[in-house]
């Protein structure tokens, strides 16, 4: 076989390890999904009527169902965020063990470890996505996309899940403890609210009005809201892709820099 | 002259090293060590905490790089050839190296899969090593359920799955019970004996070191301060004598006239002699009694356990002469 094969059959075996040990261990995959839904819930039902109404969406005076179509892409990057906490958890838990020095003495290809956490928790992270988006619909949510556009939106949120787990990979990774690994992605979290998730940036000051504008999760999420319900995207598209790319791209050459730095803890 | 490099050995090397040395920042955790160790055999490496142990067995296992110094282990470079290295070795380190969500079984399929077995084969050997281990009962539990003795003899399973030829073992029976430690030691024989596979064994027990390794080297402060088999290392050590034990104060007075440098305990009527314990020594001290017509109720060989070469060889006095005469104290 040659390395590739090697390679990939490698990271196939680590996959179906994570996978198994997801399920074992589901408090973290309960954790992943409850986050983004109470999120939801509460957006929908206690701050909904004056959100919506305050930010002035457009024929939506004091209606939920509009604040709804308004707040879930957020949600949903929210769902997305959440995952990379678990992420990085479960790549912390895994890097104090003693199996992973274990790994290190075999012949197997060295990234297949890291890859087989990164793809576990993308699929972990897009079935969480799947019930957020159930529980959307269950409470009003309308979207009207094409199948071209969920599909679109499907590859854009594998993109930026892709790039959040890279990043919280390369955050367990180098964490000491499980508990600071748990903590570090927590700024992700935080960035779709000083987005354009839950108000619209122009309610902002000025400052966090730039902020808003420029940060990664604002492109991200008016390219979500325009292929699910058909708002302007403009050139956000672009800027949500480079981003995506960009990230994964980072958090690849950071968690891999730090596989191979910390043989032991 | 013709010097011919490669000097002949009967068997081929396990595990070579020259000059292996790590240290972190200004300090030296392993200065310069040499290693030759012949395939089949089970060579020890004894010392006490913090001596290097575990740093060696580190670096002869492609997790950390050495800071200076050759390695060639299973007839491989260290460094350039790390990927068949570790195709041929089987590490059981120190810390349990078990997936704890995983049961038995899984623990022993997902090792089958990374040496990149077929399924079919993969189950067998899974199944064979639960047999052996006598773990089969508890092959679907999870093993964070486990006690001590059965993570260590599961993690051991998980290495023999690639059926390495070279086994490095961290100290195998660090906090088992007597009963574990008796059954990991059957473990280790077989290996070498049925699998003939070579074991490079860090501990810091002698008796582990004295009841398993064909030769053992004792390792302190990052040196290796003595090399041998158990039995030389016991010779290494002055002390031994040839206790006489006498029938009254009459004959022991007669038998100390004769050996003047021996100490003698007049309220245990015995007489000790120093010297080794070889035949030759023995006959010599009985010829000197039978000329003089002293007769000894008893003779007792005296030998220095290797508990004392372990503790005089890793003394912390920078003198070896001090050491050794503190174990003669010892010794009285």
Redesign the interface.
Known sequence: ?STHA?AL??SM?ML??NL??AR??PSLTLQVVAMPIVMLLLFVFVFGGALGNGIGLPGAANDRGAYVDYVTPGIILMAVTSGAISTAVSVSLDMT???I????????SRASVLTGHVVGSVIQTMVSLVLVVAVALAVGFRPHATLAGWLAALGLLTLLAFALTWLAAAMGMVAKTVESASNAPMPLTFLPFLGSAVVTPDSMPAGLRWFAEYQPFTPVNETLRGLLLGTEIGNNGLIAVAWGVGLSLAGYLWARAAFRRG??R | MIMINAPVRPRPEAVTAEGLAKSYGDKAVLDGIDLHIPQGTVFALLGPNGAGKTTTVQILSTLIPASAGRARVAGHDLLREAGAVRAAIGVTGQFSAVDNLLDARENLLLMADLHHLDRREGRRRAGALLDRFELTEAAARPVATFSGGMRRKLDLAMTLVGRPRLIFLDEPTTGLDPRSRRTMWEIIRSLVADDGVTVFLTTQYLEEADQLADRIAVLDHGKLVAEGTADELKRQIPGGHLRLRLAGPSELAAAAALFPSAARDDDALTLDIPGDSGIPALRAVLDTLDRASVRAEALTVHTPGLDEVFLTLTDRTPQSGAAVNSLQENAR
């Open positions: 076989m090697h059959r490698d075996t179906r390890r198994t040990r074992r261990y063990e003693g199996i020095n274990r790994f290190r003495t075999m012949a197997i043989a032991t």
